[in-house]
């Protein structure tokens, strides 16, 4: 059976119009688009259809719209695409086994992280690296500290292969299950924290060998631990 052609409201036509126009070139990167008026009289809109589909196209990344002034283009980056994700996210978590699915992506992606930076890393990607091992060592004992250095080693995996996309993900993903970080380093405590950290130095050690298997099942290991810690929290709190 063929899925049934659903029929786009007013603005998203109006929308999908001006998409075309600046896809075609008519306006270009920094240009500022028709004043509303303009646009209802091309396009034979209400007003109301317009001011929806600038607000559209502003979450989409493609116009920045400012009050008193007319809606200019601008360039959509990963970060606006992944955030446009976040209220769907999070539904998809309160769902039954939601938090299980959103281990598992997050496990695809920071595997594929790992060994990719084992392959490609350069001498200064692995000096961040080293700089950020470092400094989640330090941060052992200070539950926030740690939190934020354990994010910043796994924000170096990201960078390393030089697609703007990848960070926008590992952003999206820490602000997703940052309840489970938070639950598990809480729940383990101190003896958490030193386990993280010996996971994010086999890692490290792994990736600096030029090794994506051992760097690989290093990190598979470590998000494997971190969700059973979490789920073994959750039960305990249950």
Known sequence: MQTPIRRRKLYEDVALRIEE??????????????????????????????????LALQRMGLVTVSSGERARVTAPTAKVLVSELAGAARLLLAQDGGVRRFQEARALFEVGLARAAAQHASEADLAR?????EANRAAIGDHADFMRTDVAFHYVLAVIPRNPIFPAIHAAIVEWLVQQRH??????????????YQAHKAIHE??????????EKAMRDHLAEVASLFWKAMESDA
């Open 183 to 196: 639950i598990t380093l809480t729940w383990s405590g101190r003896s958490g924290a030193e386990g993280a």
């Open 206 to 215: 792994a990736i600096a060998a030029r090794d994506p298997d051992r760097a």
């Open 21 to 54: 126009m600046i896809r075609e070139g008519r306006y270009a990167l920094g240009d500022q688009l028709p004043a509303e008026r303009e646009i209802m009289e091309e396009l034979g809109v209400g007003r109301s259809a317009v001011r929806e589909a600038m």
């Open 129 to 133: 690296l080293r700089t950020a091992l």
